[in-house]
């Protein structure tokens, strides 16, 4: 089972579009984007995506610590019936880049072993028993962003602009990366395309090799991946040990806005939906 659990969720925004969840034996972290129109499909909710997270916090919250099926079917599930459940609101829509999305990242033990799954760029740590740290990510949405930041760099050289100013002018490149949700060549997303969970990164470790594991939102992720707040994932996994998750996230924040004009460290905006989770294994040994 999980213990020692520690786990938070931080926002500068006015809406949290992460979600986090915790089961004895399960735990996920999800992360929600809402359209590019402008549009807003949802107006009970604080957006779109922040509905679309819950919604399917609420799926795994009512299935995952029960259910006996292979995750990525599980997933499906859950993506056709909260896709269906936005359908609902929204009716059909033209433009992909018009409709929420969400990624995550989930782990369960079973049978004696430590299962995953992992859709887009959040991030799963886990530490084994002999001190070894391995990283779980999905690089390919982040490497279409990295194309899109080095536009908005051009953009902001050419205009001789502070790149936080530059977001606007790159917005028919992201509509673009967006589209390329659920496609060949593109990324995956816990949308529109229940099948689209059979490419996630999915498999398996042997619980009693396991010491701790660290889920983490890309957000958080930022860390150590872009402000080099420490030297890697194995020194993150050792803060997040130590540290409670809001004092991690108020370091994380020290820094972005010591960078407010984004120059230091280029990004999309200032501050992004920050969520971890970790977690003990039940019958991990120690150092």
């Known amino acids: 089972m999980l213990k020692s659990i520690k786990c938070g969720s931080f926002s500068t925004a006015d809406v949290n579009e992460d979600v986090c969840g915790v089961f004895s034996d ?3 972290v999800l992360d929600g ?3 590019l129109s402008g549009h807003h499909h949802i107006p009970q909710a604080g957006s779109d995506a922040q509905w679309y997270a819950a919604a399917f916090s609420d799926f795994l919250s009512e299935t995952l610590p029960h259910s006996e099926q292979p995750l990525p079917l599980l997933f499906m599930q859950g993506v056709s019936k909260v896709w269906h459940a936005f359908h609902s609101y929204s009716g059909d829509i033209e433009n992909k880049y018009d409709v929420p999305c969400c990624l995550g990242v989930a782990i369960r033990l079973r049978d004696g072993l430590l299962e995953y799954i992992l859709i887009g760029d959040c991030s799963l740590l886990i530490c084994f028993n002999d001190g070894t740290v391995t990283e779980l990510y999905d690089s390919t949405l982040s490497a279409l962003d990295e194309n899109t930041l080095r536009l908005m760099r051009e953009n902001s050289a050419e205009k001789a602009m ?3 100013e530059c977001r606007k002018d790159i917005l028919p490149e992201l509509r673009k990366v967006r589209s390329l949700m659920n496609t060949k060549g593109g990324y995956i997303s816990l949308a529109n395309r229940p099948s689209s969970v059979l490419d996630a990164k999915i ?9 701790d ?4 939102s ?14 890697g994932p194995n020194a993150f996994m050792e803060r997040a040990r130590r540290l409670a998750p809001e004092t991690l996230y108020q370091q994380l924040l020290a820094a972005q806005q010591a960078d407010s004009d984004l120059s230091q460290h280029p990004r999309f905006k200032l501050s992004d939906d920050s969520t971890l989770v970790y977690a003990e294994i039940g019958n991990a040994q120690a150092f």
């Open 203 to 211: 498999g398996a470790f042997p619980l009693k090799e396991v010491r």
């Open 218 to 231: 890309d957000g958080f992720s930022q860390y150590y991946r872009s402000f080099g707040l420490c030297s």
């Open 213 to 216: 594991v660290c889920l983490l």
């Open 26 to 28: 399960c735990a996920w």
């Open 33 to 35: 984007s809402t359209g």
């Open 162 to 164: 502070p790149l936080i």
